[in-house]
């Protein structure tokens, strides 16, 4: 399993990116390879990608939730297993630092190869940096869900 780890410091409120960050069906327009997300409930969501030509489609389950501070998922279905944390920082009223962390078990011989080439973590990365040119460019997010999710439940 690989481990990715990439921050931003985003220039909006740190309610703004966390609550633009909710918006999972909003994830194509910023992170390469995301070809759509069905949110299905509170807790779930549905991932269609196409990676290097490859398409997959897997479940994420979020398993805590805490509004401004953190989300994080794991995947549930299909081939693709990851997992990981947002973690949303306020520096000051119009400021914040978004931190991802996220562990991915490449499978396949291409997923394999192109992660010990580093395709995954410069993906990751430039995804991170899309989602500060696409909340910066906003200037507000386009929706908001601020319910709490705890381990366990």
Same mark, same amino acid.
């Given at each position: 399993m690989s481990t990715v780890k990439e921050a931003v410091e985003v220039e909006v409120p740190v309610h703004t990116a966390y609550?633009?960050?909710?918006?999972?069906?909003?994830?194509?327009?910023f992170m390469e390879g995301v070809e759509k997300v069905t949110q299905l409930d509170d807790r779930r969501n549905h991932w269609t990608t196409q990676v290097s030509g490859v398409k997959r489609e897997f479940d994420t389950e979020i398993v805590d939730q805490l509004p401004d501070e953190r989300i994080t998922w794991r995947t549930t279905t299909g081939d693709t297993r990851q997992k990981g944390t947002v973690r949303f920082q306020?520096?000051?009223?119009?400021?914040t630092r978004v931190e991802l962390v996220m562990e991915v078990e490449p !499978? /396949?011989?291409?997923?394999? !190869? /192109?992660?010990?080439?580093g395709v995954i973590d410069r993906r990751v990365?430039?995804?991170?940096?899309?989602?500060?040119e696409y909340i910066e460019g906003r200037g507000g997010e386009t929706g908001a869900w601020r319910g709490r999710i705890r381990p366990g439940e």
């Open positions: 609550n633009q960050w909710t918006q999972f069906e909003e994830f194509p327009r306020r520096l000051d009223d119009t400021h !499978t /396949g011989v291409a997923e394999k !190869t /192109g992660d010990m080439l990365k430039g995804d991170m940096h899309r989602f500060k």
